[in-house]
């Protein structure tokens, strides 16, 4: 059970961050503490380096950032090491966004390159 204080609290630092509030509630799991801040930080336009061990949950920073800047009309650049990671990246966010609002770059594909979501192999 949680006091008052703690329940005040943890209501400022949602109300703090709609654009978080409304990502969390299309997911089906919390994010870890790192992740919270990591978000928060995305909100807040802050830069954010995440670094965490594979399997870990460091891709839901990157969709939070892809879903802030759709919610703004913004460019995102979403990058990968490989090809592999790119393309099934590219379909992950289709699914999520639509094709009309994610595009893929890389060696062998181009689709889409002017969308407001491009994944790009680095």
Do not use: W
Not at 52 to 74: H, M
Not at 110 to 116: F, K, R, S
Request: glycine share 10%.
């Amino acid at each position: 059970m949680t006091s008052p204080a703690e329940r005040y609290s943890a209501s400022r630092r949602r109300a703090a961050y709609p654009a978080l509030q409304e990502f969390l509630g299309g997911l089906e799991f919390e994010l870890d503490d790192f992740q919270v801040e990591a978000c928060e930080a995305v909100e807040r336009g802050t830069g954010v380096l995440v670094c965490a061990p594979t399997g870990a949950g460091k891709t839901v920073v990157g969709e939070f950032a892809v879903f802030q800047a759709l919610q703004q009309g913004r460019k995102c650049f979403y990058t990968t090491p490989i090809k592999a990671l790119s393309n099934q990246k590219y379909n992950d966010l289709v699914s999520v966004h639509g094709a009309d609002q994610v595009g893929l770059l890389t060696g062998d594909n181009a689709i889409n390159g002017d969308a407001p979501v491009v994944v790009m192999t680095t």
